[in-house]
């Protein structure tokens, strides 16, 4: 009894762990919910973009983010 449930588990799992690589992207007509306003990531793309300047030109390390010049925000 045990050694069948034991069996019946491991098959149960190895298709729930096959199953799990089904999904093969987004179809072409789901691509319409995820361009929506709310599924964007940044609700205010040029704030951010002007953020992240001001951030990354005060990094003296770092050149910011595909800017040209260094820390002292030139470009």
Same mark, same amino acid.
């Given at each position: 009894?045990?050694?069948?449930? @034991? @069996?019946?588990?491991?098959?149960?799992?190895?298709?729930?762990?096959?199953?799990?690589?089904?999904?093969?992207?987004?179809?072409?007509? &789901?691509?319409?919910?995820?361009?929506?306003?709310?599924?964007? /990531?940044?609700?205010?793309? @040029? &704030?951010?973009?002007?953020?992240?300047? @001001?951030?990354?030109?005060?990094?003296?390390?770092?050149?910011?983010?595909?800017? /040209?010049?260094?820390?002292?925000?030139?470009?």
């Amino acid at each position: 009894m045990n050694r069948v449930l @034991i @069996i019946n588990l491991l098959i149960l799992g190895s298709l729930a762990f096959l199953g799990g690589c089904a999904s093969l992207g987004v179809k072409p007509w &789901e691509r319409d919910l995820l361009a929506e306003k709310a599924m964007q /990531g940044d609700p205010n793309p @040029i &704030e951010s973009a002007y953020d992240d300047h @001001i951030y990354f030109s005060k990094e003296a390390s770092s050149g910011g983010r595909s800017f /040209g010049g260094g820390g002292c925000g030139c470009n």
